[in-house]
């Protein structure tokens, strides 16, 4: 790694060094629309409840100093993708997404950018250097891409990008922060939704951009405040709370995945396994150069979809959801909707349970759902 890790030491204390005499150590919830304005508006001063709100600040600062840039909060990770692709791109412009990365940025794209007169093209992940990058806006770079858990060369590919003259956009939220940091290897975005690990308890959605780019920031500044893409106080609220446990939760859901992904591999019940952090991985070199973690999500194949289902069902400390990052280990068919996976795939995200526990019950689970009847 280029860097170092974030210093979740200090983000503890990031608020609480500004406090007076009597102030809560907790952030105080802002929700306002309207702020006491009389005369002239003045620069730093809210005004309106659309254009600036003291707890997304708050938010943001905490957000900035992991991200070490500049943040803007947005309220989900497709508004803050959105703002993304709209402050850069222009009717006449060439999009390329990644054909294998989360879903819905090509269902955007194909819904509402094409019309706008943008060019959309795809390529998957792994091979995303390949072609060049000349004439190409924008690029959208997911890695670990979600849900195959490929890997691409972040350093290689956004120099080629900018060489190019485009704009290179990172999604990240398969790793946070704590995981990889896409700004220090040559992004000029970072996009991630803050739904997945950052919130952390399956109780909000919200999402973030980073940029050292002043330009391209006060673009999508501008982006939401006119669209009105804005967090509300209470989310922007809860993720500032649980950012205070992001460090911990990553660790744990990180060692955990480390230490269950091997055992996985080795089961009969698993055909094949994508985990970075193994050294079959095809690309487990470049993760141990470009990842501080090797994540945790893992993707398992098993024979097909029935047992795939059949070992979801059989798990008792396996919920079955779609998203992922939770405390509480999940896990999801991702075929069922859509995605280029064998049927038998299942995306575990691995929560915090103490990692025996888990292995235990995995390790029954998946016994069970490739012989169903042998142990009743
Ligand atoms: C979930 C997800 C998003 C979208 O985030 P929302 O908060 O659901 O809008 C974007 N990118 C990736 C990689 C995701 O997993």
């Not at 792994?126 to 990058?133: S, Y």
């Not at 405390?327 to 691995?350: I, K, N, Y």
Request: net charge negative.
């Amino acid at each position: 790694m280029s860097d170092d890790k974030p210093d979740a030491a200090a983000l503890l204390h990031l608020r609480a060094a500004g406090l007076v005499k009597g102030a809560p150590l907790a952030l105080p919830i802002t929700p306002a629309s309207m702020f006491r304005l009389p005369g002239e508006p003045e620069a730093g001063v809210d005004a309106y409840g659309r254009m600036s709100n003291p707890t997304w600040v708050a938010l943001e600062e905490a957000l900035g100093h992991l991200e070490g840039a500049p943040v803007l909060a947005f309220p989900s990770g497709m508004a803050a993708i959105t703002a993304a692709l709209f402050a850069t791109l222009e009717a006449g412009d060439r999009l390329l997404l990644p054909a294998d990365g989360y879903y819905t940025p090509r269902v955007l794209a194909d819904r509402f950018l094409k019309g706008l007169g943008i060019t959309v093209e795809t390529r998957p992940t792994t091979r995303l250097a390949e072609g060049g990058f000349e004439g190409i806006r924008a690029v959208l770079i997911e890695t670990p891409s979600n849900p195959g858990l490929d890997l691409c060369d972040l350093e290689q590919i956004t120099a080629a990008i900018r060489a190019a003259g485009g704009v290179s956009i990172v999604d990240n939220t398969t790793m946070t922060p704590f995981g990889q940091a896409p700004l220090a290897l040559g992004a000029d975005i970072v996009v991630a939704s803050d739904t997945k690990a950052p919130g952390g308890h399956s109780d909000l959605l919200m999402g973030h951009v980073a940029s050292r780019d002043t330009a391209l920031l006060a673009a999508m500044r501008d982006w939401r405040t006119m669209t009105g893409s804005i967090p509300g106080a209470f989310d922007a609220w809860l993720l500032h709370r649980s950012l205070e446990t992001l460090e911990l939760r990553f660790e744990r859901m990180c060692d955990t995945a480390d230490a269950i992904a091997p055992r996985l591999a080795r089961h009969r019940a698993v055909h094949a396994l994508s985990f970075p952090g193994l050294p079959d991985h095809p690309q487990h070199g470049l993760a141990t150069r470009q990842m501080r973690r090797a994540g945790f999500l893992i993707g398992l194949s098993l024979a097909d979809a029935a047992t795939a289902e059949r070992f979801i069902a059989a798990c008792p400390l396996i919920e079955p959801t779609t998203s992922f990052g939770g405390v509480h280990t999940t896990g999801e068919r991702r075929a069922r909707w859509g995605d280029d996976v064998a049927p038998g795939f299942v995306r575990l995200s691995v929560g915090t349970e103490p990692a025996d526990a888990l292995w235990d019950a995995i390790d029954r689970a998946l016994t069970d759902a490739e012989d169903p009847g042998g142990r009743s």
